[in-house]
């Protein structure tokens, strides 16, 4: 079976990035480590935040800071009309259907566990089959090997291949009349892989299994429109996104979360209460236990907006040209082979050097003020299929420029002086 | 750049060449597993014991040139010793990564171990030289389970 890819080489169309312009709206960048320039390549970690999104914060506390859904004065207004306007900013950016749609949660990993234990206790039991892939992040196959655990159900795991790309032969032979749910990374937070999601949805909807996918890694650099993907549930986290830690989003299909049971009980997901019984409150509230992340998720909503006045399709067709003139100028470097040669990839660039480990090579890389990320990535299945105790990765964001591939390629020349 | 070389100096990247007693020991006495979560390291570390000293010591595993040079110039210099022995210097290793001595005294107590100082000067890579040495104490403690730099 061939595999089949819904995301396209970003818009050819898609006006290009004016980089210089977008750097000067991320302070950070300014600054130099051991008296060199900040390059940072470490964005599949998380990516700095434009000075839009840290205003977005400093305005919240600074003029409008309250709680919100409770209080009838003013400021509460206030905050309330901000939060829950970014939560339309979410729908939209999603494309889903309604913001009952839309939790806020606080990470793409909050949302994994979510839906585990709120749609996975209620509707999985014994003998029943997750599917995920080979090359999840440990918060993808965790929660599941947790839930596995609590009611007897089995995980089933689609190997890769050599290349980083799920094989959706054997994909196929994993799904079965046992399957009652499958979880897949959009993009792999350690080979940089783009899965076809939509693919991959189709199959397991042919035999009744919902989907949830993973965007930790996909929302900051393709378009996600979670009606084409055709998925049930979408993860993603704000700080990856240009936003603030501590903020993320669970997508879920209304009929599914309707009938979910809370994930927490507390504040603000209850319409009743009394000791005898309680009503739970509505979409996306039942699942909001708690004051929530209230600058967070207005932080996010800036951080969507700015990434909607740059332009996705832009962002990522910028991210592909980097990628692609890294992954040729880093291939000419003696001794580095690159882990993760997926035909579809987006933004991360994982590499060892022959003889020298990826600890070694980020201590080195850092003196020259290049930051990258070195270790399992949180995915050590992925590590051992490679047969590497860990890899070095670089990833872009929209702020990246070809001069700092520059860097990292002569920074990388260091390492192999010290280590002849 | 004079950070960085002290950091890898010829003894150290020599060691992470061709690292010493890097086998599995047959008919140790003493073993333990040692685990740094953070990047992932691993390592085993295999001791043989006679009337309190430490007659043979070895390791196994996968790291960076911090981590295994560190294992390597412990087990060369720790053959010999008795356990007592082991643990002072393990006290003395520790307190120069972690900084907290002087290179004259490093240098005069430790010999060819102070090779390990410019660690003291990278604090995330300073759980990287200490793991083997955390291996070993619980090796000689005949502690089960694994020890982490966590």
Redesign the interface.
């Known amino acids: 079976m061939k595999a089949l890819h819904d995301i396209k080489p970003a818009a050819a169309n898609a006006p290009p990035l004016d980089v210089e312009r977008i750097r000067r709206d991320f302070p950070i960048l300014r600054q130099r480590v051991h008296g060199k320039p900040l390059v940072y390549l470490d964005n599949a970690a998380t990516a700095q935040k434009p000075q839009a999104v840290i205003d977005a914060i400093q305005r919240y506390y600074s003029k409008e800071n309250s709680n919100i859904h409770r209080g009838v004065h003013t400021l509460s207004e206030k905050a309330t009309e901000a939060y829950e306007g970014a939560r339309v900013k979410v729908k939209e950016f999603l494309g889903a259907s309604s913001t009952r749609e839309t939790v806020f949660v606080r990470g793409s990993t909050e949302g994994i566990n979510l839906v585990a234990q709120s749609y996975g206790r209620a509707f999985l039991k014994e003998g029943d089959e997750i599917v995920i892939s080979a090359m999840e992040h440990h918060s993808n196959i965790v929660p599941w090997q947790m839930l596995c655990g609590q009611v007897g159900a089995r995980l089933r795991v689609v190997p890769i291949n050599h290349d980083g790309e799920m094989l959706i032969d054997e994909y196929a032979r994993l799904l079965g009349p046992r399957t009652r749910f499958v979880s897949v990374a959009h993009v792999s937070n350690a080979l940089g892989t783009v899965n076809p999601v939509k693919q991959i949805v189709e199959m397991a909807h042919a035999h009744k299994a919902p989907v949830l996918v993973d965007g930790a890694q996909a929302a900051p650099h393709v378009k996600v429109d979670v009606q084409e993907l055709g998925c049930d549930f979408y993860v993603f986290s704000g700080h990856k996104l240009y936003g603030p830690t501590g903020i993320g989003v669970l997508y879920g299909r209304e009929r599914l979360l309707e009938a979910m049971p809370p994930y927490q009980g507390g504040g603000d997901m209850i319409s009743l209460v009394t000791f005898e019984k309680t009503h739970y409150n509505n979409l996306p509230y039942k699942f909001e236990a708690g004051t929530p992340h209230i600058a967070g998720g207005i932080g996010l909503g800036a951080a969507i907006d700015y990434i909607n006045g740059v332009g996705i399709d832009s962002v990522a067709a910028h991210e592909q040209e980097l990628l692609a003139y890294a992954t040729r100028s880093l291939s000419a470097i003696d001794r580095l082979r690159i882990i993760g040669t997926a035909r579809e990839k987006a933004s991360v660039l994982s590499f060892v050097l022959d ?6 090579i980020g ?2 890389l850092d ?1 020259e003020g290049v930051a990258i990320r ?3 990535h949180c995915a ?1 299945p992925v ?1 051992q299929r490679f047969g590497v ?2 890899t070095a990765r670089a990833s872009f964001a929209c702020y990246n420029n070809r001069e700092e591939v520059d860097t990292l390629a002569r920074a990388i020349g260091k390492v192999s002086e ?2 002849k | 750049m004079s950070e960085l070389s002290d950091l890898y100096q010829e003894v150290i990247l020599d060691h992470n060449r061709s690292p010493r007693n890097f086998k599995k020991l047959e008919g140790a006495d003493r073993k333990a597993e040692g685990y740094n979560p953070l990047c992932g390291d691993q390592i085993t570390v295999y001791v043989k014991l006679e009337s309190g000293v430490i007659s043979e010591v070895s390791f196994q595993g996968s790291g960076c040139a911090i981590s295994k040079a560190s294992a390597s110039m412990m087990t060369a210099s720790l053959k010999g010793k008795t356990v007592e022995e082991a643990d002072a210097i393990f006290d003395r290793v520790h307190k120069m990564l972690t900084g907290g001595s002087s290179p004259a005294v490093d240098a005069e107590e430790l010999g060819k171990l102070a090779a390990l100082s410019g660690v003291s000067n990278f604090p995330a890579r300073v759980k990287c030289a200490t793991l083997s040495w955390h291996t070993l104490r619980s090796a000689l403690k005949g502690e089960r389970g694994v020890a982490s730099t966590e």
């Open positions: 003889g020298v480990h990826a600890h070694d201590t080195i003196r070195a270790g399992h050590m590590m105790p860990a010290v280590f």
